[in-house]
């Protein structure tokens, strides 16, 4: 099992924008986005152990994304639910595994991920082989 803490705010994949060039549209994912998949990626990279290879099987993940909680927010209130949508802050934390951890997300046969506020924004991954006991 590989355990990983990603410290910063979490960020949501942005959709993807359009432009056009020579007559022919093109799609391209947002500078926030792929700033964030790069310093989520090169902090996963640290935390790898040296001998680390590439997961190749099916594979079980769960992600907890924390955000910072909103002044506005009472200190009752735990988890975030409004925008951006969980399923968005996942998007962005498995596209910057791909190639790094496992060989592409179409590995994941399973997936558990939430949301919550923190005083220390972060996003908290697990990661193993499908059918492995978790332990807790």
């Given amino acids: 099992m590989l355990e990983l803490t990603i410290y910063g705010e979490p960020i949501p994949k942005g959709r993807p924008l359009i432009s056009s060039f020579g007559g022919h549209a093109r799609a391209y994912t947002p500078k926030k986005t792929r700033d964030a998949e790069t310093n989520l990626r090169a902090q996963v990279v640290q935390q790898l152990p040296k001998d680390f290879r590439l997961y190749t099987c099916a594979l079980t993940i769960i992600l907890k994304f924390y955000r910072s909680k ?7 209130e735990i988890y975030p639910t409004q925008k951006p949508d969980v399923d968005n802050y996942i998007k962005t934390a498995l596209d910057a595994m791909n190639g790094v951890v496992f060989e592409d997300d179409a590995q994941v046969v399973f997936l558990q991920a939430e ?16 059918g492995t006991n978790w332990g807790d």
Avoid: F, Q
């Fill in 70 to 76: 909103p002044k506005s927010k009472s200190k009752k």
């Fill in 115 to 130: 949301k919550a506020y923190s005083d220390r924004p972060r996003i908290e991954i697990k990661i193993a082989e499908a």
